[in-house]
């Protein structure tokens, strides 16, 4: 076979691959969808939606709360294209590309790695969100939407008589780890706040609207007394920990619409 012939058969398979193949567009434009990401405040940093785009072919999904260096690595060994973060690639602001930043754009492009985030839409979501899942992993239901962030409620409160101690089980339970708790609110809890991640220093937000329970992955050392003072159980169940449940269960969707597979990146910081 003469070389250019060789050359030619090559290309076209290539551009066969390609048309069969998933289209970054057409993902995230589900996701965006899905998500309400256009119309969805947040953070300043926080850039929800696609931050690095990849050639367009889509062939493995990898899903991870942090889009730090170690996950992008792990990432790029196991051929992911597509990492779906829940803390994208800009909390600190923009930065010169040098040292961990650009080992990491470095990895992203060389992998030929797209990169799509989503911050409160992923947390707020009524049935793919941190929130909502962490919820009903504890056998919440019935709940309605509250705390405001960003000028909506990302949290969801539920009415139920359950023993703290019982909460703090079966909350050790579905994280997989130990639960701290300050125990400022009845021994009996009736009105349950969900709300992951930080939201430990808004615990007066959550009591003034009517909670009696507050449970969240983390919050400062004052939170705790706060806590006891406004009359509010307040759980800790850890910042990484409350958040694994919407990257993963926003992947699973992917792959059952769209034929891919996907994998969970799991980097635990134990905060």
Not at 69 to 76: G, P, R
Not at 83 to 94: A, C, Q
Not at 105 to 128: F, G
Request: aromatic letters at 8%; proline letters at 5%; hydrophobic letters at 45%.
């Amino acid at each position: 076979m003469l070389p250019w012939a060789r050359k030619e058969i090559l290309l076209i398979a290539r551009a066969i691959r390609c048309n069969d193949s998933m289209h970054l567009n057409e993902v995230t434009g589900y996701l965006n969808e899905l998500l309400g990401i256009p119309d969805f405040g947040d953070y300043p940093n926080a850039m929800n939606g696609l931050q690095v785009e990849n050639s367009g072919s889509l062939s493995r999904i990898g899903a991870a709360v942090d889009a730090c260096e170690s996950v992008i690595k792990e990432a790029a060994a196991a051929g992911v294209d597509l990492l779906i973060v829940h803390h994208g690639l800009f909390w600190g602001g923009m930065t010169s590309l040098t040292g961990a930043s650009y080992r990491k754009t470095r990895m992203l492009i060389e992998s030929d790695m797209a990169v799509y985030s989503a911050h409160l839409p992923l947390d707020a979501h009524p049935r793919l969100g941190n929130n909502a899942l962490l919820a009903a992993e504890l056998g919440l239901t019935d709940g309605e939407p509250f705390f405001p962030a960003a000028d909506r409620p990302i949290g969801w409160k539920f009415e139920a008589e359950i023993n703290r101690e019982v909460l703090r089980n079966l909350l050790e339970k579905a994280l997989g780890g130990p639960v701290h708790l300050a125990p400022g609110g009845p021994i009996l809890a009736r009105k349950i706040g969900v709300v992951t991640g930080g939201a430990g220093g808004d615990v007066a937000k959550a009591a003034a609207e009517g909670v009696d329970t507050l449970i969240t992955g983390e919050g400062p050392h004052w939170s705790f007394t706060a806590a006891e003072e406004l009359g509010v159980n307040l759980f800790y169940g850890g910042h990484y920990a409350t958040e694994t449940f919407g990257v993963k269960a926003l992947a699973a969707e992917l792959s059952e619409r769209f034929a891919l597979p996907w994998q969970f990146l799991d980097h635990p910081t134990g905060l």
